[in-house]
């Protein structure tokens, strides 16, 4: 039986020793300035040290605005953020500078808060791209405007867009993928693709708006036209 008191003592021992009442820990729980200020220091202090914040990997959502391409990520995002700051008193108090934080952690935790963990609210990244213009709609009928129906972002781009006449009669700026299925709306080209009518084609048909990174948008038309159409296929 005395052994085994003695084991039973050993991990108390040990215990009692990870609670030192030594500057550090007076520092922190002390009442020489008052119990609420040492109340203050453990809930407010401690809480903050001792708390780790995971940040999520930032969804991304498209907006459409401007003449320049931008995107904005939030510098939290993807990081997982430790605390660092040491109160001033526990600068003074918890030497050497070296052990410092690991002494205060520690008097923490003998106070009642304990290191925890936290995830924040997954931020989000815009990606700003900026507004299509449809320039000198092309009529398929007359031939005007052959060439010149383009489509403007005010930025440069890798992609070659044109002007065409969607299935409602506004802009829209394609690129130029020759003639695709027939179709009377968007929904009969499924997704990714757009109907657009009075083409070179000779009938309304659907075109991809995924080609050069999905950026197909609805486009501002600058000029009147009863019919547009992309540039014909070179002979």
Known sequence: MKTLSL????????????????????ALTGTVDGPARASSRI????SSFQLTTVYPAATTITTTSGSVFTTIVPDTAGLTIAPSYLPSYANAAC?????????????????GVSAA????????????????????????NTGANI?????SRGASDACTYYCDQDISGGGVCVQNAGCGPSCSSDSDCGSGNVCVTNTFCGYSNCVSASACGGQRRRG????SADLTNNIPPSS
């Open 220 to 223: 501002l038309q600058k000029k």
């Open 147 to 151: 060439g010149t129906n383009t489509c």
């Open 117 to 140: 963990t936290t995830t924040a609210a997954t931020p989000t990244a815009t990606v700003v791209v900026p507004v299509f213009t449809c320039n000198n709609p092309l009529n398929a």
């Open 95 to 111: 030497t050497p500078s070296g052990i410092a934080s690991a002494r205060f952690a520690s008097a923490c935790s003998c106070a």
């Open 43 to 46: 809930n407010t202090d401690c």
């Open 7 to 26: 084991l039973i003592a050993i991990p108390a021992l040990v215990s009692a020793a990870k609670c030192n009442a030594d500057n550090c820990a007076r």
